[in-house]
């Protein structure tokens, strides 16, 4: 938005909207009700119409309901949020009768010995909608009707399930989105039901360093890539194995799927990732950082990868599992220091000594 206003675009009103005449509008994807569009052609305004065609759709079908002859004997019922410029434009299909709920402790203000005909906003919750709709087939008069329509936008709620599953593998979600997005603050709650520890920001600016430090995760490694400078078996081969070992599986599928199952039970959450080896001895810059997400790299180390070339060249079956006790950081720098990444590593030993040694108890 800042960067259209750089180019000059002026957002206005609804009442400034009244006010223009002659003018060129552009109106966003929530959509608007009737009377935007008749003001529109009295005052000469061109309208870029850029509201979604679900949005539409659902406004129509919402008019058609309207126009029907048996109004009276019926509430047209809207779930979604008042003052919402989607939900202002849908009541606006009805000329203001709709009725507007918010949430299932609303809909017990509905008159039940009258049919009613429910639609959602687009962006509302799912798992709410089908509440509601549970909650009215169970209340409504047995001598009336109704009908729902499930007009929720799958954009977002097909989102839903890997949203869970993303919130509920990490230690600390920053949801970026804008404070006033219905979209946004829909999937934040859903993140912060999954993860507590979910906050939501528009900016770089409001990312709170105070919350990292506590971060660390436990990640079984799938695979490495070696930035080392020299390489374990340069030389002289050693008879303990080939001349070039194969590496396609360095780190063995068997035993990272016992860890996992191992973890499951014990309600010990892992992750798993590619582990990068670099010589050191220090933390990494930004730039580095970034290069090493870039090449699919997903944690940094200074260890591990020479001893697993050695032991696969050996022939030895290698389980890797390493913990994240620091983000470092490419868009927001962290300052990283040996002393919290000793503290970090402290604090998730016993979580990976309880799996390590179930392991070698099984194996």
């Known amino acids: 938005m800042e960067r259209l206003k750089e180019m000059g675009l002026i957002t206005i009103n609804h009442e400034e909207f009244k006010q223009l005449h002659n003018a060129k509008v552009l109106l966003r994807a929530h959509g608007e009700p009737p009377e935007t569009y008749i003001i529109a052609k009295e005052n000469n305004i061109e309208i870029i119409d850029a509201t979604c065609p679900v949005v539409l759709r659902l406004q129509k079908r919402i008019k058609q309901e309207y126009m029907q002859e048996d109004l009276d004997e019926k509430q047209i019922v809207i779930y ?71 007009t929720i936008c799958r954009q977002v709620a097909n989102r839903m399930p890997n949203l869970r599953k993303f919130a509920a593998s990490h230690d600390l979600i920053f949801f970026v989105s804008g404070k006033k997005s219905s979209n946004g603050k829909m999937l934040f709650e859903e993140c912060k039901k999954v993860n507590p520890n979910s906050h939501l920001i528009d900016s770089a600016d409001e990312i709170d360093d105070s919350l990292l430090p506590g971060v660390n995760s436990i990640v079984i490694i799938d695979d490495h890539i070696n930035f080392f400078p020299e390489h374990p078996l340069q030389g002289k081969n050693f008879p303990t194995g080939p001349r070039f070992p194969d590496m396609h599986e360095a780190y063995d599928k068997g035993l990272r799927d016992l860890a996992d199952g191992i973890a499951k039970e014990v309600g010990i959450e892992v992750k798993h990732g590619v582990y990068v080896g670099v010589q050191g001895p220090t933390f990494e810059t930004p730039a580095e950082y970034r290069m090493y997400r870039i090449l699919g790299g997903d944690a940094v180390g200074m260890s591990t990868v020479p001893e697993v070339i050695v032991a696969r060249h050996c022939g030895i079956k290698v389980f890797g599992i390493s913990i994240i006790t620091d983000l470092g950081g490419f868009d927001v720098p962290v300052q990283v220091s040996h002393e919290e990444v000793q503290i970090a590593a402290n604090n998730a030993q016993p979580k990976m000594t309880e799996i390590m040694r179930e392991m070698i108890r099984r194996s």
Do not use: C, M
């Open 80 to 150: 979604g949020k008042n003052g919402h410029a989607e939900v202002l434009g849908l009541v606006g299909q009805t000329t203001g009768k709709a009725i507007v709920i918010e949430k299932l402790d609303e809909a017990r203000r509905l008159d039940f010995s009258k049919s009613i005909r429910l639609y959602s906003q687009t962006t509302k919750s799912l798992d709410e909608f089908w509440e509601i709709v549970e909650y009215i087939k169970e209340h409504i008069s047995p001598d009336v009707t109704f009908e729902y329509y499930d």
